[in-house]
Nanobody, 120 residues
Framework: QVQLVESGGGLVQPGGSLRLSCAAS????????MGWYRQAPGKERELVAT???????NYTDSLKGRFTISRDNAKNTVYLQMNSLKPEDTAVYYC??????????????WGQGTQVTVSS
């Protein structure tokens, strides 16, 4: 069984920063791409950023320059540093990971989500 546990969400003022973390645990053979998605009220879930096992990042164009994704492969953890936050960044942020639970069995997993609220 695999779990993704997110942390680091909360309330922040416009212009502030937050760092989200997501740790994978359980029966893990290896982890491929990890990423962050978000879902604002009344909107569909959207991609924020992904990062490969070789640490190559990919960002949604509108978020480039403000958000930075990184990962620690030794800790099976992915991070999202969010700077210059805006009210429109308010959403539930979800972690996602592609995980081999054995040599040939690959599945995608989601965390439970962490709320980020940007408001004065």
């Amino acid at each position: 069984q695999v779990q993704l546990v997110e942390s680091g969400g909360g309330l922040v003022q416009p212009g502030g920063s937050l760092r989200l973390s997501c740790a994978a645990s359980g029966t893990i053979f290896s982890i491929t791409t990890m990423g962050w998605y978000r879902q604002a009220p009344g909107k569909e879930r959207e991609l924020v950023a992904t990062i490969t096992s070789g640490r190559t990042p990919n960002y949604t164009d509108s978020l480039k320059g403000r958000f930075t994704i990184s990962r620690d492969n030794a800790k099976n953890t992915v991070y999202l540093q969010m700077n210059s936050l805006k009210p429109e960044d308010t959403a539930v942020y979800y972690c996602n990971a592609g995980i081999y639970i054995s040599r040939y069995s690959w599945y995608t997993y989601w965390g439970q989500g962490t709320q980020v609220t940007v408001s004065s």
